[in-house]
């Protein structure tokens, strides 16, 4: 499975971006999909992910209230919508696959190559 991730960009703080996830790849929807983010000099970090059908999903803490993770397997598609961005909300943001749905980045097998997100204040 290949990734390729996109949306990012700069905003300001309250504003709202939508990131998209795009998969090559005819069993793209029988994997859970995820998102993580790292900002520069810390660690990469859970962030959402959706089971293969899209009836399960798991935030963050952090962003629970206003991002949305779904997807849309006709497309090979997942999408990350941000709302209320927060300038703390600044890093790459990284798509993965896995098996099942996980927010331990080791359970993903596939990553995308990320794309900024830069928040300002």
């Known amino acids: 499975v290949q990734l390729q991730a996109s949306g990012g960009g700069l905003v300001q703080a309250g504003g709202s971006l939508r990131l998209s996830c795009e998969a090559s790849?005819?069993?793209?929807?029988?994997?859970?999909v995820g998102w993580f983010r790292q900002a520069p000099g810390k660690e990469r970090e859970f962030v959402a992910a959706?089971?293969?059908?899209?009836?399960?999903?798991s935030y963050a803490d952090s962003v629970k209230g206003r991002f949305t993770i779904s997807r849309d397997n006709a497309k090979n598609t997942v999408y990350l919508q941000m709302n209320s961005l927060k300038p703390e909300d600044t890093a790459v943001y990284y798509c993965?696959?896995?098996?099942?749905?996980?927010?331990?980045?080791?359970?993903?097998?596939?990553w995308g190559q990320g794309t900024l997100v830069t928040v300002s204040s």
């Open positions: 790849g005819r069993t793209f929807s029988s994997y859970a």
């Open positions: 993965a696959v896995s098996s099942r749905l996980t927010i331990i980045p080791t359970g993903y097998g596939y």
């Open positions: 959706i089971n293969w059908s899209g009836g399960s999903t």
